[in-house]
């Protein structure tokens, strides 16, 4: 079944069934443009479904930024900023103006493989295929995703330190609890295809 398949049937869905729509609801207040674009919104959905695992969310919402403008490396620059919050074992982390990087308490703290773990979060951070405010916003939202409310406040205040408008990362957060409300959404797929037979 292709995604434009899918997203049909959901759409069946959501005309049929009382909580689907409830969360088209919850989810279509979130999109449009507020101080992240909506192209913004959907490149940090991108972000986020790394987190949820959500094939479909990550296409869809991929799709939507590429209509809106966005290009696959910028795409791909979402993703990986949550491939290093990913590395990220504990709650405590530096990261000075330069957006360099001290995972602090790490495991692997002191070690050339925490070294090089460091390294790499910091080059993704100072990547600048997207603006600092997007990557700022993005690394807050992908650790409030995680549950990892002691990184999400690093990040957030680094945000902040950086200029970054605190209604922009509020956005960024609802857009972390659509997309974990969504990935439920999507898998619904599968029950709806046992009954589309």
């Not at 925490?114 to 807050?140: H, K, Y």
Request: hydrophobic residues 45%; aromatic residues 6%; contains cysteine.
């Amino acid at each position: 079944m292709s995604h434009e398949d899918e997203t049909r049937l959901l759409s069946a869905l959501e005309r049929k069934n009382a909580h689907a729509r409830a969360f088209r609801q919850f989810s279509r207040t979130h999109w449009s443009d507020g101080k992240l674009s909506s192209r913004d919104k959907h490149i940090v959905a991108v972000a986020v479904g790394q987190v949820t695992r959500c094939e479909y969310c990550i296409e869809h919402h991929a799709e939507i930024a590429r209509q809106l403008g966005a290009t696959l490396d910028e795409l791909l620059a979402a993703a990986y900023i949550t491939a290093a919050i990913e590395t990220i074992e504990t709650g405590e982390i530096a990261v000075s103006p330069a957006l360099d990087v001290d995972v602090k308490g790490s495991v692997i703290g002191g070690s050339s493989v925490g070294t090089s773990r460091d390294e790499f979060v910091a080059a993704i951070l100072q990547n600048d295929t997207l603006p600092l405010e997007l990557r700022l916003v993005s690394s807050a939202t992908v650790a409030f995703a995680q549950r990892r409310d002691a990184l999400r406040r690093t990040f957030h205040q680094l945000a902040i330190d950086h200029g970054v408008s605190p209604d922009a990362l509020d956005e960024g957060y609802a857009i972390a609890a659509v997309l974990r409300a969504g990935a439920v959404y999507a898998h619904t797929l599968a029950i709806a295809k046992v009954f589309d037979r």
